[in-house]
């Protein structure tokens, strides 16, 4: 059987095979020439008590014992010919939904209102550069989603959402380092997200499914009380046995037309707030207690939160050696977020800080009804876009003058490509969010010596943390609570969070989809 241990060592010896091999070896008292083969099944930093170690978990084979290939097997059929079902939305839960239904012996549609990752580059570049917005082609709309122009984050690791291995080994069959297999906070980065995602469509192609982009949904088919197919704008009608619906949180026109349709709709807390940039070379200081950061280390990541009267207030989305990105999805807003390379080598680190909304903040606005989250979400986009000085540019202050109340005059170079608008974000800002902000802001000062510094910024508004509004299903079937062949997943469906979690929805809707035509 093959053994499981722990070991720790620095940082320039575990990226050192023979170094980790004498430390296995002395670790359970055996020669190093027994060690047939190792591999590492958990990696991460230590970096709380002075010094920076790395802990390793590797799994070890000695002498003559077989070695075990644990990794998870795909077997994609050829489903040219296969019941079809229609997929809205080439995110992570739509595309891993396709993938799944492959495996199942389903063809899967592929609806897509937004661009390939080739074209939408290009309408990236037009948005950075010309600062001309393509409302269904940019940041947050496209094949992909809004994770393939992110930093790629991987941190899911609740096993009850399920097997969230086989998410990262067909992304490691795609394309992407298989050192997400292993690290404890993986990431792909936003260079290479793109190819891979452009192979998970090929493998879509290859076997018989169908991709349709620039194709915007703009009703649900219903007939004898079951979805069987979706409208488009063009007027084209496509039917399919079931319709899974994975349209990502900022496609806010599919709420509004689930709710013209008399489709069931929740709303649900969210959060909102502010991105925040320092220096990286502060953050790694901080982080590393002053030590040099070697080509062995990673740029310093962190995670804070604090609570303040009664609601969280949390880093979101931390983007070490990354870069801030306008991901408005309309043009009458500015909406900021986060991104990093692969190899996180910017000067800057970056992360939304946000803070937990409730139903019960939004009193001032019930007369929206079930869209009060999302009307609170577009009031404070247009208002950035006011202060931003109404272009693309974002509203921006020094952190220490954001919490003690002060004009900021002059603001630090920043990543933000479109540039920024010195704005007193500490008044216009709701006074439920600002308040905790600028506690949350003093707490975190508390806890990171060096954070609460004026050569950091803040730049608004961080408001797609995730969706204010959830699509009912039921628990077992997965199907609509009230519209049997709906299948809500992802992120804008309000049961996921991120690259990992989305693509594990989309993966058990897939299943339930099976059962369901089965």
């Known amino acids: 059987m093959p053994h499981d241990i722990s070991i720790v060592l620095r940082p320039d010896e575990a990226a050192n095979e023979t170094a980790v091999v004498r430390a296995i070896a002395r670790k359970i008292d055996i020669p190093t020439d027994s060690i047939r083969h190792y591999y590492i099944t958990r990696k991460s930093i230590d970096a709380r008590k002075g010094k920076v170690l790395v802990n390793l978990c590797v799994r070890v084979f000695i002498g003559e014992e077989k070695i075990i290939d644990e990794r998870p097997i795909f077997n994609y059929n050829d489903v040219r010919n296969a019941m079809p079902v229609i997929i809205v939305g080439a995110g992570p839960a739509g595309l891993f939904a396709a993938l799944r239904l492959i495996e199942l012996g389903f063809k899967p549609i592929v609806i897509e209102r937004g661009k390939s990752v080739s074209h939408r580059k290009r309408d990236i570049a037009m948005l950075n550069r010309e600062h001309q917005l393509n409302p269904d082609s940019n940041y947050a709309f496209g094949e992909g989603g809004a994770g393939t122009f992110s930093d790629g984050k991987l941190y899911t690791r609740s096993k009850k959402r399920g097997d969230?291995?086989?998410?990262?080994?067909?992304?490691?069959?795609?394309?992407?380092?298989?050192?997400?297999l292993y690290e404890a906070h993986p990431h792909i980065g936003t260079n290479r997200l793109p190819g891979i995602i452009t192979r998970i469509r090929e493998t879509i192609l290859q076997h018989g499914g169908e991709v349709l982009f620039s194709s915007r949904v703009t009703e649900i088919i219903i007939d004898s009380g079951q979805a069987v197919g979706v409208k488009l704008a063009d007027g084209q009608r496509i039917n399919?046995?079931?319709?899974?619906?994975?349209?990502?949180?900022?496609?806010?026109?599919?709420?509004?037309?689930?709710?013209?349709?008399?489709?069931?709709?929740?709303?649900?807390?969210?959060?909102?707030?502010?991105?925040?940039?320092?220096?990286?070379?502060?953050?790694?200081?901080?982080?590393?207690?002053?030590?040099p950061r070697s080509e062995y280390l990673p740029a310093a990541a962190y995670s804070l939160v604090h609570q303040v009267e009664g609601r969280g207030v949390y880093s979101f989305c931390m983007c070490p050696g990354g870069f801030i990105v306008p991901a408005a999805t309309g043009t009458n807003e500015v909406v900021v977020n986060g991104m990093s390379p692969s190899d996180r080598n910017s000067r800057w680190a970056n992360s939304g800080i946000v803070v937990e909304i409730r139903l019960d903040d939004l009193a001032g606005y019930a007369q929206h009804g079930i869209f009060a989250g999302l009307e609170f979400q577009a009031e404070l986009e247009r208002l950035a876009k006011q202060h931003g000085g109404y272009g693309v540019q974002a509203p921006a202050q020094r952190l220490v003058d954001f919490v003690e109340g002060r004009f900021s005059s002059n603001l630090p170079a920043c990543s933000y490509h479109p540039g920024l608008n010195s704005s007193e974000m500490h008044l216009w800002l709701p006074e439920h969010i600002g308040f905790r902000l600028r506690e949350g802001f003093k707490a975190f000062g508390k806890k990171m010596k060096g954070f609460l510094t004026n050569d950091a910024v803040i730049l608004g508004v961080e408001s797609r943390t995730s969706s204010p509004i959830r699509i009912p299903r039921d628990p077992e079937t997965l199907q609509h609570s009230h519209l049997s062949g709906l299948f809500p997943s992802g992120e804008g469906a309000g049961y996921a969070g991120g690259i990992v979690s989305s693509a594990l929805d989309g993966s058990i809707v897939a299943d339930a989809v099976a059962r369901y035509v089965s």
């Open 164 to 180: 969230y291995r086989r998410i990262l080994q067909a992304l490691v069959d795609h394309g992407a380092d298989p050192a997400i």
């Open 240 to 291: 399919g046995k079931a319709v899974i619906l994975a349209t990502g949180h900022s496609a806010r026109d599919i709420y509004h037309m689930l709710h013209n349709q008399s489709i069931a709709l929740e709303a649900k807390p969210f959060a909102m707030g502010v991105r925040v940039e320092h220096p990286q070379a502060l953050i790694d200081a901080i982080q590393y207690h002053g030590i």
